[in-house]
């Protein structure tokens, strides 16, 4: 394993690093568009939404996330295809691809595989988004009427300073064990979404040898999962250091 001897597929008669190395770089593509999408839109409902607690933009927030928090992935993703990607056709509209990483005729160019990531990314962050937007609130409620955020406003700090200074710097640990936590799981492969869109990635290459007891193939997918969730946790465990000055290892 060590050496990169991971042995060879039963089905494709191939080793199984190359494998990996051809589906590997479409899973990061797909992980590193979602999470952004995740990233952004629970940080800033998440913050917005614990400063205007109780609020009509909380309160249909909150509704919103309890839903994307209830919608099965792979539900979401056939209503994504419905509508997005067969209804807008039908209809003479824009419309997004059914599945793929890019157009066969074009090639896989920069606009086309940004194109084919649109639903997929979306799919992929809706649930995360919805859940990881309730923690950041719930985190940042706790936070922001803790003694040290009503004395940096004593200090005549804006809000805005106060906020991104001080309230979520604190706030964002449980984040930061969130993406430690969900990031192996992401990268050893979106199984639902990637095989509903057929997105050439990791989740897909276990669906595919999964169906056809591909040993080798499990195996490799398997263990590489178990060696990112000890490098994610780790790196989780260095960015509370770097975060919170509170902690310091030695």
Known sequence: MLTGNWGTSFVTHTPVIELLQQRLPNTIILVASSYTIILVVSVVAGVYTAVHQYSLVDQIVTTLAFIGISVPSFWLGLLLLIFF????????LIYFPAGGMYDLTVGPTIPQILWHLVLPSICLATVITAGYI??????????INQDY?????AKGLSERVTLRRHAFKNAAIPLITLVGLDMPRFLSGAIVVESIFAWPGMGRLFFEHAEKTDIPVLMAIMLFTSVLVVVCNLLADVGYAMIDPRIRYR
């Open 85 to 92: 990607a067969v209804e807008t056709r039908n209809l003479g």
């Open 134 to 143: 309730r923690y950041v609130r719930a985190a940042m409620l706790e936070v």
């Open 149 to 153: 955020i009503r004395t940096a406003r």
